[in-house]
C-alpha cells in the first residue's frame, strides 16, 4: 500500500478516462521535448567547434528566451561563453593585434669591446666609451657584397637608438641595462664583416684575426654571469655569413642564432627550432613606384649567377643547358658587383621571373633582389629555410620547384609559361606588399627586416623559457634530497 505511484493512484480514481488523457499529454510533451533536444543537441556542439560562427550565435539568441525550462542542458553554459566570445570576437582580434604591435622585446646588450663590433669598421672609440656617439654619426658598413651580410650592423644600431627619447612607434625590442630584467641577451659581435675582412692570414701570424677574435668572445662569454645564469640559452648571436663563427659555434651552440641557412651547421648546433633565419640584404636596387605589369616585362626568367664546383653548380649548369635556347630566358653566369648592379638592376626590374638556384649554400641574396624587383622567384632550393616563414606564406608570391623536377627537360619552362597574367599579377602584388619585411634601413621602420628580426626571436622567447626553468627544476638541491619547500604553494591559496 505505500506505492502511491501516479498511474496507480489514476486507476482507482472516478474520472479514470480524465486521467489517461493526461497521461497521455504528458508522453507527447515529453517524447516532443527529446526530439527537440536531440535535434539542437548538435548545433552545440557545432558552435562550440566553431565560436566564430555568426549562424549559430543568432540561433542561440533567438532560443534563449523562450527556452528557460531547458536549463538542465549541460551544454548551457559553454554556450553563452561562446556567445559572449563571439560578441566580443572583432574587439578581442584588435586588442591581440595591438598587443602583438606593443609587446616589446627587452634586450640585454653586453658593452663588448669595439674590437669585436664598430671597430671592425674603423671605428675608433672616443673618451672611453664602447660604443660610437650615433646621433652625431653613424659609422659606415663596408659595401658591394659585404652589405648582404650586415644584419649585425643594422640590429645592434637598432638597439642603441631604442632608447632615445624620440624613439619611433612600431619598435619591436628595446635596449635594457639591467640583465635580470631582459628577455634575451644580444651579443654584438660582427661576425660577418669579422670573416669577410679579417680572415686571411697576415705574415708572421699562427691565426687570423677573425680566428683570435672567436676565441676571445668564447672566452668572455662563458665567464658572464649571464651566460652561467642560462648556459647560454638566452643568448643572440649573429653569424649571417656562413663562414662567419666557423670556429666558435661549436662552444657556443645553445645560444639563439641568427643565420642565413643551415647549410653548413650540423643539425645539433644549429636548427630552426632553436634559430632565427634572417634575410639578406639586397644588393640589387629597389624598384620605387614600379608599374610596370605582366606585359610590361619583356624577360619571362632571370638568372645571373656564379657556378660553383659543388653541388649547387650541377643544378645551375643543367638549367643552363636547359634552358639557353628559349628567346625570352635570361641566363648569366658571373657574380653582380660594380657596374653589373646597375644592369642586373635593369634586368631583374624587367623581367616576369627570377630564378633562385640552390649554390653552395641552399640560400643566397637572389631571392632577396628579385623581391625588391617584384620579380616573381622561381626557387630551386630543396633545403631552403625562409626568413619568419611562420607568419608569412611564400607560396602567395614566389613559386616553388623541386630540383628534381627542375632538371626534367621541359618542366620548369612549361610550368612558368603556365602562369598566365592573372595568377602573375596576384603574385606581383602581393610582392609589393611585403618587400618592406625585407627592407634593412636605420632608423627602422615598423614590419621592416630589423623589426621582423626582433619579433622572429620574440616569438622564440617562450621555448627559450621553457629550456631555462626545466633546467632549473633540480638546481637547488645536490643529489637526491627530498625537500618539500622546494615546491611552494602560495600561502593566500584559499
Ligand atoms: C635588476 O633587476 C632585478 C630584477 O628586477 C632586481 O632585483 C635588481 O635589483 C636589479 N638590479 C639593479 C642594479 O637595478
Ligand atoms: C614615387 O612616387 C612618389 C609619389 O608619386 C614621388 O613623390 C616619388 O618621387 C616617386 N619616386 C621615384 C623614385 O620615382
Not at 504528458?26 to 543537441?41: G, M
Not at 566570445?85 to 602583438?100: D, I, R, T
Request: include cysteine.
Amino acid at each position: 500500500m505505500a506505492e502511491r505511484n501516479p498511474p496507480f493512484r489514476c486507476i482507482i480514481s472516478r474520472s479514470s478516462l480524465f486521467c489517461m488523457l493526461a497521461i497521455a499529454t504528458f508522453l507527447f510533451l515529453f517524447s516532443w521535448l527529446s526530439v527537440l533536444r536531440s535535434t539542437s543537441r548538435p548545433h552545440f556542439v557545432d558552435h562550440s567547434s566553431l565560436p566564430n560562427s555568426k549562424l549559430f550565435a543568432v540561433v542561440e539568441d533567438g532560443n534563449s528566451q523562450p527556452r528557460n525550462q531547458d536549463n538542465i542542458q549541460p551544454s548551457i553554459p559553454k554556450m553563452s561563453v561562446s556567445v559572449d566570445y563571439e560578441e566580443e570576437g572583432p574587439q578581442v582580434k584588435e586588442l591581440m593585434k595591438y598587443n602583438q604591435n606593443k609587446v616589446v622585446l627587452k634586450v640585454f646588450m653586453y658593452d663588448l669591446s669595439p674590437e669585436f663590433h664598430f671597430g671592425l669598421l674603423n671605428w675608433k672609440p672616443e673618451g672611453g666609451s664602447v660604443w660610437p656617439d650615433i646621433k652625431t654619426k653613424i659609422p659606415d658598413y663596408p659595401g658591394g657584397l659585404n652589405l648582404q651580410h650586415s644584419i649585425e650592423y643594422w640590429l645592434t644600431l637598432d638597439l642603441l637608438s631604442s632608447t632615445f627619447p624620440d624613439s619611433k612607434g612600431g619598435r619591436s625590442a628595446v635596449r635594457v641595462h639591467n640583465s635580470s630584467e631582459a628577455d634575451v641577451i644580444f651579443v654584438p659581435f660582427f661576425s660577418s664583416v669579422s670573416y669577410n675582412r679579417y680572415s686571411r692570414l697576415q705574415p708572421h701570424e699562427k691565426k687570423n684575426r677573425n680566428q683570435l677574435l672567436q676565441e676571445k668572445l668564447v672566452k668572455f662569454l662563458t665567464a658572464q654571469e649571464e651566460w652561467k645564469r642560462s648556459g647560454g640559452h638566452d643568448h643572440i648571436i649573429m653569424a649571417h655569413h656562413p663562414n662567419s663563427l666557423l670556429d666558435a659555434r661549436m662552444m657556443l651552440w645553445p645560444a639563439m642564432f641568427i643565420l642565413a641557412d643551415f647549410g653548413r651547421y650540423p643539425p645539433n648546433i644549429a636548427n630552426v627550432e632553436k634559430d632565427v633565419i634572417a634575410p639578406y640584404k639586397h644588393i640589387i636596387k629597389t624598384f620605387v613606384n614600379d608599374s610596370s605589369g605582366f606585359d610590361d616585362r619583356q624577360t619571362l626568367l632571370y638568372f645571373q649567377g656564379a657556378i660553383y664546383r659543388k653541388d649547387g653548380g650541377f643544378v645551375r649548369q643543367e638549367l643552363f643547358y636547359l634552358l639557353k635556347d628559349e628567346k625570352d630566358v635570361h641566363f648569366a653566369f658571373g657574380s653582380v658587383s660594380g657596374d653589373g648592379i646597375n644592369i642586373a638592376s635593369k634586368g631583374m626590374h624587367s623581367s616576369k621571373f627570377c630564378l633562385n638556384i640552390a649554390g653552395d649554400t641552399p640560400s643566397s641574396n637572389r631571392l632577396f633582389d628579385a623581391i625588391a624587383s617584384h620579380c616573381v622567384p622561381v626557387i630551386i632550393s630543396d633545403e631552403i629555410e625562409l626568413p619568419y616563414e611562420d607568419v608569412l606564406d611564400y607560396s602567395e608570391f614566389c613559386v616553388f620547384v623541386r630540383t628534381s623536377d627542375a632538371v626534367q627537360k621541359n618542366f620548369l619552362i612549361k610550368l612558368i609559361r603556365s602562369i598566365k597574367k592573372e595568377e602573375w599579377t596576384q603574385k606581383w602584388k602581393r610582392l609589393k606588399e611585403i618587400e618592406k619585411f625585407f627592407e634593412f634601413q636605420y632608423p627602422s621602420q615598423e614590419d621592416d627586416a630589423v623589426q621582423m628580426i626582433w619579433q622572429a626571436v620574440a616569438r622564440k622567447v617562450p621555448s627559450v623559457r621553457l629550456k631555462l626553468h626545466k633546467s632549473k627544476r633540480f638546481s637547488r638541491h645536490k643529489g637526491s634530497r627530498r625537500k618539500f619547500n622546494a615546491i611552494t604553494v602560495p600561502r593566500n591559496f584559499g
